[in-house]
């Protein structure tokens, strides 16, 4: 399942580039938010030529968009660590709406695959999120950052690890009796607990 859609990359290249040296001032983010405001009304109107999910998975990524957006413009306005690690867990949060929406045009177990998959995903860049926050860390020594680092990565796998096994174990349902057994085998070997 993909979910990293054209603007959520153009949106991530523009927040590596943010620092304390492009913070803005009053009137300009005042004027990038009414700019941000018009560009979701307009994709917002785009989306009413649409039907059914395909409506609502447009209503979606407008709404994340917009998000995105504005944890970003927040971001440039006021540089911190946690403005520019709540602008990653803004991407991550509309990422995942978008593809819950997605999974609404498949049916039964699909569906309920889909979902896991795409919550298994929003995890992931949670954690990256998490990890990349403790590594900008700057007030921490070398030595407490790598161990802060290091307990956010073992963590981040041990929650994908979870993740990614009950999105196989939902897999492995849709298999007849036989193929069954031996997927469930395989995937307690490689997402099961104690692993890692």
Same mark, same amino acid.
């Given at each position: 399942?993909?979910?990293?859609?054209?603007?959520?990359?153009?949106?991530?290249?523009?927040?590596?580039?943010?620092?304390?040296?492009?913070a803005?001032?009053?009137?300009?983010?005042?004027?990038?938010?009414?700019?941000?405001?018009?560009?979701?009304?307009?994709?917002?109107?785009?989306?009413?030529?649409?039907?059914?999910?395909?409506?609502?998975?447009?209503?979606?990524?407008?709404?994340?968009?917009?998000?995105?957006?504005?944890?970003?413009?927040?971001?440039?306005?006021?540089?911190?660590?946690?403005?520019?690690?709540?602008?990653?867990?803004?991407?991550?949060?509309?990422? #995942?709406?978008? $593809?819950? &929406?997605? !999974?609404?045009?498949?049916a039964?177990? +699909? =569906?309920?695959? /889909?979902k896991? *998959? @795409?919550?298994?995903?929003?995890?992931?860049?949670?954690?990256?999120?998490?990890?990349?926050?403790?590594?900008?860390?700057?007030?921490?020594?070398?030595?407490?950052?790598?161990?802060?680092?290091?307990?956010?990565?073992?963590?981040?796998?041990?929650?994908?690890?979870?993740r990614? #096994?009950?999105? $196989?174990? &939902?897999? !492995?349902?849709?298999?007849?009796?036989? +193929? =069954?057994?031996? /997927?469930?085998? *395989? @995937?307690?070997?490689?997402?099961?607990?104690?692993?890692?």
């Open positions: 399942m993909k979910l990293v859609l054209p603007w959520m990359v153009l949106a991530a290249a523009s927040l590596a580039a943010i620092s304390p040296a492009l803005m001032d009053e009137a300009g983010y005042g004027a990038a938010k009414a700019q941000i405001g018009a560009d979701y009304k307009d994709h917002r109107h785009r989306c009413n030529d649409l039907k059914a999910n395909a409506r609502d998975v447009c209503l979606k990524e407008a709404r994340g968009r917009k998000k995105i957006a504005l944890a970003d413009l927040h971001a440039r306005y006021a540089p911190s660590d946690r403005s520019i690690y709540l602008a990653q867990v803004a991407r991550a949060d509309a990422a #995942y709406a978008v $593809a819950q &929406e997605k !999974c609404e045009d498949r039964g177990q +699909a =569906r309920t695959v /889909c896991k *998959d @795409a919550k298994a995903l929003h995890v992931r860049a949670l954690e990256d999120a998490e990890v990349a926050r403790i590594e900008a860390r700057m007030a921490d020594t070398p030595a407490a950052r790598d161990t802060a680092v290091a307990a956010a990565r073992k963590k981040a796998a041990t929650e994908r690890r979870a990614d #096994y009950e999105a $196989a174990r &939902e897999r !492995c349902k849709a298999m007849q009796a036989a +193929a =069954r057994a031996q /997927c469930l085998t *395989d @995937a307690r070997r490689v997402y099961g607990p104690g692993r890692g």
